[in-house]
């Protein structure tokens, strides 16, 4: 009976413990984006937070804005469910910044102003280009919302204790996920809204330092309780995890040995390969991460921040191992898939494990679950605003500004527009977070950037080191890679005829693979390519301007 007692008492102690420290945490933050928001005069201010960061600040925002709820929650999460398959994830998003080093951080910054399409529309036809920039930008980040409002809502769930079964305040487990996934983003709009580019980096930069330090603190004492013997850890999560040896070896999620069935063998195997794929390339196409190389002064400045965000970004992904080991090893999988099926709260109940251990009972795991919990939530907060604040300066800029005005908005007009887009992106992201909520963030960010690898990218390093390259190119790559990109998702396994699909009780399927980046991608740069040469159109002078502003920052912004 006491036991129970304590139970409920570090139950009540959880929740009123973590509500409180998530309103401090929005406190604070909506306190950094009112002062930001007396310092955002002009659109440079509002778009690129009046390029007056310093590198290692920049290195610190993105990482503010890469390490997202799908790192700390759905890479934990499938690491923990599947073990070695998981660690593929930590890995992919990794290798991804050397793409974005050598290829990109440095000659976008120099050629570029405040989106990715003042790079593309720099030597061609200014109308089509941004049009398809605009459309490809918003659904790549709307693919990434999703992503990030799902981890929202099964934290939540969560941290309020609530179980399929139960209520809180009158409302069941679905109904409490959906009202969370709606509070964040209505938060999520006043921050873009009201703080523009300035308020979203402080506040990044602050959930940066958070995140590491709650990862950092979980690693210490996962490690502390196996006394840094990591073998005995690992052999504790395999025993725990119910697969035993299989789970240290490749092969529980991807190419997947089906004994009789060839054909679904190699299937498997291609997933994997398209997934690899997709997590390499994709960072160099990510719409929010490349508009952060328009906050700092100088290309030494974006070259320094992308190595600061190296540094942040590779130890956290070291870390996510720990507590994806940890998590199987304290937690066990079918306690994780309790809570959630899907694994997203897996570091989450780390941490109620790693209290009750070394803090002494209910109480303390309710603490230690609660400070994580909060440091999630804040993670989830600061990447949905880069991501809003990304599409509606697209949408702004891009569309209002230069295609519908014709080059003629005021700046004040412009930055008015990009906060009512704001408004409208939260909303549908919204809506159709409220259907994705059965699948695993980690995931839903692997489909983000298997979009913006098909669609951005072939047009970004085209524009760049491709003299021959002209509209009709920049149009057919953009459209083409990012029409296959979602048709090839909207016919594959993670939509309908799976038990974890969005709708599973439809098949539609007919794309067998996961992630459509094997094909999407190839597709986006060979659609390109066609485009360019069905077109006469050329100027090799645009080129010849652009590619020494690109690599001297002559006439940047």
């Known amino acids: 009976m006491n036991t129970v007692l304590a139970a409920e008492a570090g139950g009540t102690t959880a929740r009123n413990l973590t509500i409180t420290l998530f309103l401090v945490f929005v406190a604070i933050t909506l306190a950094i984006t009112v002062w930001a928001s007396r310092q955002t005069k002009t659109a440079t201010d509002f778009y690129a937070g009046g390029r007056s960061f310093s590198g290692f600040q920049n290195g610190m925002a993105i990482g503010g804005d890469y390490m997202s709820a799908a790192s700390f929650l759905g890479i934990a999460g499938i690491i923990a469910l599947y073990g070695y398959d998981g660690f593929l994830y930590s890995i992919g998003f990794l290798v991804a910044w050397l793409v974005a080093l050598l290829l990109v951080a440095e000659l976008l910054r120099n050629s570029g102003r405040y989106t990715m399409a003042d790079v593309l529309a720099f030597r061609m036809r200014q109308r089509p280009v941004r049009t398809a920039a605009a459309v490809s930008t918003i659904t790549v980040s709307i693919f990434y919302l999703l992503a990030q409002m799902v981890g929202a809502g099964a934290l939540v769930a969560l941290l309020l204790g609530i179980k399929p079964g139960t209520t809180f305040l009158g409302m069941d487990a679905d109904t409490a996920k959906v009202a969370t996934i709606i509070m964040v983003g209505a938060l999520m709009i006043i921050y873009v809204t009201v703080g523009g580019m300035k308020g979203t980096t402080y506040v990044q930069i602050v959930k940066a330092f958070l995140l590491m330090t709650g990862a950092l603190v979980m690693t210490l004492l996962v490690l502390a309780k196996y006394k840094f013997n990591l073998s005995s850890l690992l052999g504790d999560a395999a025993d725990a995890s119910g697969k035993g040896a299989a789970f240290l070896e490749p092969g529980l999620r991807y190419g997947v040995e089906t004994p009789g069935d060839a054909l679904k063998t190699f299937y498997s195997k291609m997933d994997l390969l398209s997934l690899g794929i997709a997590l390499v390339l994709g960072t160099a196409g990510l719409p929010h991460i490349l508009i952060r190389f328009y906050t700092v002064p100088t290309a030494k400045a974006a070259r320094k921040s992308v190595l600061w965000a190296i540094g942040i970004i590779g130890t956290f992904y070291l870390l996510t191992l720990a507590l994806g080991f940890g998590a199987a090893a304290l937690v066990g999988g079918k306690a994780i898939t309790a809570q959630d099926k899907a694994g997203n709260t897996a570091a989450p109940q ?109 047009a970004i390093l085209y524009s760049l080191f491709w003299k021959r390259f002209n509209t009709s190119g920049a149009v057919w790559a953009i459209y083409g890679g990012l029409l296959a990109a979602v048709v090839l998702v909207f016919f594959s396994p993670v939509v309908s005829g799976a038990p974890t699909a969005m709708f599973p009780d439809h098949d539609w399927h007919w794309f067998p693979l996961s992630n459509p980046g094997i094909i999407s991608i190839p597709f986006g740069f060979l659609c390109g390519w066609i485009g360019t040469l069905l077109s006469k159109e050329h100027d090799e002078e645009k080129y010849a301007e652009l590619e020494v502003r690109s690599l001297t920052g002559a006439g940047a912004h």
């Open 350 to 458: 780390l941490a109620e494990a790693l209290g009750k251990d070394f803090f002494g009972g209910n109480l303390g795991g309710a603490t230690l679950l609660a400070i994580i919990a909060a440091v999630a939530f804040a993670t989830i907060l600061a990447v949905v605003a880069g991501l809003t604040l990304a599409s509606s300066s697209s949408l702004a800029h891009d569309f209002y500004a230069n295609v519908m005005k014709n080059g003629q908005a005021s700046e004040r007009q412009e930055v008015n527009v990009a906060r009512i887009s704001a408004l409208v992106i939260g909303a549908i992201s919204i809506v159709l977070s409220i259907f994705a909520q059965s699948l695993n963030v980690a995931f839903l960010v692997a489909l983000a950037f298997a979009v913006a690898a098909s669609g951005n990218l072939p």
